[in-house]
């Protein structure tokens, strides 16, 4: 049987489209929408990688979204998707049901509620009435239901019913040109954010073991990348955070190897998970070189004051280089595991497998896509695995846990 969602684009990243055909398709849609612009950013530094911001004005969360890319239209393609994800998650048209875990649990499938990132001043208990919303579980094949606040981005006051129980984010919300292509990209989200935050957790000792040898990266494109630091003068540190899940995933650190005090820049970081290797770590570099544009730039409005008060500390910067130079690379990125699929049909089995492996038992997808706009748009949740663990009213969870108490012992 052929594949209902074959990779016909491989440059730098894995798309059913290459990002010129996204673009053409999905622009007309921007101002029903309400995104009135993309904004090319990439002369504001010295990098040259192109990043664009695209406005969103009347966003009910974040009204700016970056994107990025190895030429202008894959970053373009980039930001785009990302408002259209914000849209889709703010505007959720899908039933909903009003009630409490003790109330619907003997008459409507549930997800496990145990392994849902809480709020760490969560009011949360079994008959606390809230707002639930269905999805499609994939380990088993069923549908079962979600509590609203980790579906929708619609951040306005008041908040929905029952809020305050659940650690509200955009993490595992993904768009594509296939359901497949969006869900496969969510899910890696996901376990991204778990892998960053398990390394963080980790004693320094044990962070030091996945330091990445970047003289090992044999990828034509994170090599490209790697030498545009190199020509701009930045330092570059990676590290490879995959977890038991098996899926590869990388942090990636970077910062001015001698700090002007005229123009302080940020020292900055990115992530990056994908089935490939080669893409998970060319989404790190990139998107640290994204994070570092977005500050330059000051389009977005969730960076703070104290942040841009932080980048004129020339000391932390210091530190900072200090720490990236005295680690030793160890890791060789041939050793780190792989999967190349031929279709999102291929990495999203491999990857519901590898959950499964890890001990894993639920996936949950809420498909926000709307009918009348035809942009796939989905929301991942995995319940065992942890979110960022630098979000406002983050509390760690049973993985996080785990690892905290092996690094006491140690």
């Given at each position: 049987m052929s594949p209902r969602a074959p990779k016909h684009f491989r440059a730098g990243t894995h798309r059913l489209l290459a990002p010129e055909e996204t673009l053409e398709r999905v622009r007309q849609l921007m101002p029903v929408m309400g995104i009135t612009r993309i904004a090319n950013v990439t002369g504001l530094d010295t990098l040259g990688l192109p990043v664009v911001m695209v406005y969103r004005p009347n966003s009910r969360s974040l009204a700016v979204s970056p994107g990025k890319g190895l030429d202008l239209a894959s970053a373009k393609a980039s930001g785009l998707m990302e408002s259209v994800e914000g849209y889709h998650a703010e505007n959720v048209h899908l039933p909903l049901k009003l009630g409490s875990q003790a109330e619907l649990r003997f008459s409507h499938p549930l997800v496990d509620v145990t392994g849902l990132p809480r709020l760490s001043a969560s009011l949360f208990h079994e008959r606390l009435r809230l707002l639930w919303v269905e999805g499609a579980e994939l380990m088993e094949r069923r549908q079962v239901w979600v509590p609203f606040d980790l579906v929708h981005t619609c951040f306005t006051l008041p908040l929905p019913t029952g809020s305050g129980a659940f650690l509200m984010s955009s993490n595992g919300l993904a768009s594509g040109n296939h359901v497949l292509e969006a869900t496969s990209h969510a899910l890696c989200e996901v376990v991204e954010r778990d892998a960053t935050t398990l390394w963080h957790m980790r004693d320094e000792q044990s962070r030091r073991r996945?330091?990445?040898?970047?003289?090992?990266?044999?990828?034509?494109?994170?090599?490209?990348?790697?030498?545009?630091?190199?020509?701009?003068?930045?330092?570059?540190?990676?590290?490879?955070?995959?977890?038991?899940?098996?899926?590869p995933a990388f942090l990636c650190r970077i910062a001015e190897r001698v700090p002007d005090p005229l123009r302080p820049l940020p020292v900055t970081q990115g992530m990056g998970c994908h089935p490939s290797r080669h893409?998970?770590?060319?989404?790190?570099?990139?998107?640290?070189?994204q994070s570092r544009l977005t500050l330059i730039s000051g389009a977005r409005d969730d960076a703070t004051q104290q942040r841009y008060e932080g980048i004129r500390d020339l000391d932390h910067t210091a530190r900072a280089l200090e720490h990236m130079r005295s680690e030793p690379p160890v890791r060789r990125f041939q050793d780190v595991p792989t999967f190349e699929g031929d279709s999102f049909d291929e990495d999203l089995a491999w990857e519901l497998e590898r959950l499964r492996s890890a001990g894993?038992?639920?996936?949950?997808?809420?498909?926000?896509?709307?009918?009348?706009l035809g942009i796939p748009v989905v929301r991942v949740i995995i319940p065992g695995l942890e979110p960022l663990h630098d979000i406002p009213g983050y509390t760690p969870g049973a993985r996080a846990r785990s690892i905290l108490q092996e690094a006491r012992r140690e």
């Open positions: 996945t330091r990445l040898d970047l003289g090992t990266v044999d990828d034509p494109a994170c090599s490209e990348m790697l030498a545009r630091y190199e020509r701009a003068g930045v330092e570059v540190a990676v590290w490879e955070t995959t977890t038991d899940v098996g899926i893409v998970a770590l060319l989404r790190a570099l990139t998107e640290a070189a894993l038992r639920q996936v949950v997808v809420v498909d926000l896509t709307k009918r009348e």
